[in-house]
């Protein structure tokens, strides 16, 4: 496929519009993954720094390796502060993904920092900006490109799903299925089984006109083709190091297939 897809200007735009996008996350602190991805023609990636050991300078270059690549970068953030959302958007990230958001009012923080216009985003000429060449048209574009995701993942933002999901300017909701289905394990009481706590949430952010995102381990998977039914258009598919781990998994079967002694 070429390498010279959309990109993170149009990301967007795409995931607004429910168009099907495939992702990945990158746990490998490194540019070389997110370029071959963006060569194999992947919609986008999202830099674990969650999870993974990235600091603010390989963030930094694996968004400069997502651009060049034309596949959008998008940072989970590590903290969800106004800091750490201004320095990934700084950087060029397409957008944000904020994990552990169980509240409106949270929501509406997010939102805040992440845009400049109606919000409390402060104002840099970096490669965010196009390193100040957008003159007086930065706000808005730069508002117009970030791309706002909130991860669903505790019990509690179940109360609250359609206030979340109805946050203006809150982009679209992702869905932390593994920590949702700890929370509600570890919750005392009465709580709904995983799947109904995903089709409620995905019935509200329908309710609110927001898309919803997910992550298997396969895209052959019954676990796929549910959420596809459910109407997930923007799907996510293992990580670096899954993708890493099937690959040579299905290499060694193949080994140990041509090796195996003649009956």
């Not at 596949?71 to 552990?100: E, F, Q």
């Not at 992702?174 to 995905?202: K, Y």
């Amino acid at each position: 496929m070429s390498s010279t897809g959309p990109g993170s200007r149009a990301f967007r735009e795409r995931l607004l519009a429910r168009e099907p996008m495939i992702g990945t996350f990158m746990k490998v602190p490194a540019t070389q993954n997110t370029e071959i991805l963006g060569l194999e023609g992947f919609d986008f990636v999202v830099l674990d720094e969650e999870h993974a050991p990235w600091t603010r300078g390989t963030l930094d270059s694996a968004l400069l390796a997502a651009r060049a690549y034309g596949t959008a970068g998008i940072v989970r953030i590590a903290r969800p502060d106004a800091n750490s959302i201004l320095s990934v958007l700084d950087d060029g990230a397409a957008g944000i993904m904020v994990p552990h958001v169980d509240t409106a009012q949270k929501a509406r923080e997010v939102v805040s920092w992440a845009r400049y216009l109606g919000g409390t985003r402060g104002s840099g000429a970096s490669r965010g900006g196009e390193y100040g060449t957008r003159g007086a048209d930065n706000y808005r574009l730069s508002d117009a490109a970030a791309t706002v995701i909130c991860m669903i993942e505790d019990r509690r933002a179940l109360d609250e799903i359609d206030e979340i999901a109805a946050v203006d300017g809150l982009d679209a909701i992702f869905l932390g299925r593994a920590d949702l289905a700890l929370s509600l394990r570890n919750t005392v009481g009465p709580v709904p089984s995983i799947e109904d706590a995903v089709e409620r949430i995905v019935a509200a952010a329908n309710r609110a006109g927001k898309p919803v995102s997910a992550v298997v381990q396969s895209m052959q998977s019954d676990e796929a083709r549910w959420l596809r039914g459910l109407g997930i258009t923007a799907m996510m598919v293992a990580s670096d190091i899954g993708l890493l781990r099937q690959a040579a998994r299905n290499a060694l079967h193949a080994f140990n297939t041509l090796m195996k002694p003649s009956e």
